[in-house]
């Protein structure tokens, strides 16, 4: 039998780079990309197979779904949708150029890969989409309004192509895990220091605060989880028959979700403002 294949963004470390060698393990065909090219060969130096796909270039998504249809022949299982960043700050801080440079990446990127590689799960009359949200795709925090607004748009766009993908054999999922061992704080670094102004903000005596929790390697956050986490829910969301829409991973974000559901917002603003 022919492997399932898989195409994977965001493979150079973390939730991505777990979920290739996970999924290589269980016998799928995983097309492990990154946005570099020195990471996409470290990858196949282990064993993968890994090309560059950017989602802030329109011309590396179309170069890497097309390097899929060479190597496959036109078909293609699965996608996860990984790759993300964030740039921290206060909203009133954030140049509307970042937000537009964020979007590209986090929502944009994911919606035109997405597009490009519904005709082939059309043409086989199945297929698994499957896009990476976060807790903040739930509930909101400070400082990181950027990153929020990507993935509460993501988590709408998603539940909607669900419902428009119905009947068609190809299901639409995502998965919301929280804090996941990473290298998100440390990859936001250069876009904080990009964009936000934070010595003439309004906030400066705050962003001192801040900005030790971003420079400072610490410990593993509370509910902290590894990334093989995250792999053990996307197994599940690709081989189950009936996968589930939503995927929870750590326990802040089964806490948060049924928070969300039963609380109004005022008592919700209160616990996420006290951590």
């Not at 009359?125 to 509460?152: D, E, H, Q």
């Not at 001192?208 to 400072?216: D, I, K, M, N, W």
């Not at 599940?236 to 028959?241: D, I, N, V």
Request: contains cysteine; aromatic residues 8%; hydrophobic residues 45%.
């Amino acid at each position: 039998m022919t492997a399932r294949s898989i195409l994977i963004t965001g493979c150079s470390s973390g939730i991505g780079f777990d979920a290739a060698q996970g999924l290589a393990a269980r016998g799928w065909r995983v097309f492990a990309t990154c946005r570099q090219e020195a990471d996409a060969a470290r990858l196949r130096g282990l064993g993968l197979e890994s090309f560059v796909l950017d989602y802030a270039d329109g011309a590396s998504i179309a170069a890497g779904v097309a390097e899929v249809k060479t190597r496959t022949g036109g078909t293609l299982d699965a996608l996860y949708n990984n790759g993300a960043f964030g740039c921290p700050g206060a909203v009133e801080d954030l140049p509307t150029a970042a937000l537009r440079e964020i979007f590209e990446v986090n929502l944009f990127g994911y919606h035109e890969l997405t597009r490009a590689v519904i005709p082939m799960m059309r043409a086989q009359g199945a297929g698994r989409i499957v896009n990476c949200s976060s807790v903040l795709g739930l509930v909101p925090m400070k400082w990181r309004g950027a990153y929020v607004a990507t993935k509460f748009a993501m988590e709408g766009l998603t539940d909607v192509l669900r419902l428009e993908m119905e009947g068609t054999g190809i299901k639409v999922i995502l998965i919301e895990p929280g804090p996941i061992t990473s290298s998100i704080r440390k990859n936001s670094i250069p876009h904080f220091e990009r964009w936000i102004d934070w010595k003439n903000s309004a906030r400066a005596a705050e962003y001192e605060v801040l900005r030790s929790r971003l420079y400072e390697a610490r410990g593993p956050d509370r509910f902290e989880l590894p990334a093989s986490a995250v792999t053990d829910k996307l197994i599940h969301a690709l081989e189950s028959p009936r996968p589930k829409p939503r995927y929870y991973v750590t326990k802040a974000t089964y806490l948060m979700g049924f928070a969300r559901r039963i609380l109004p917002t005022t008592a919700l603003d209160w616990i996420i403002q006290r951590g």
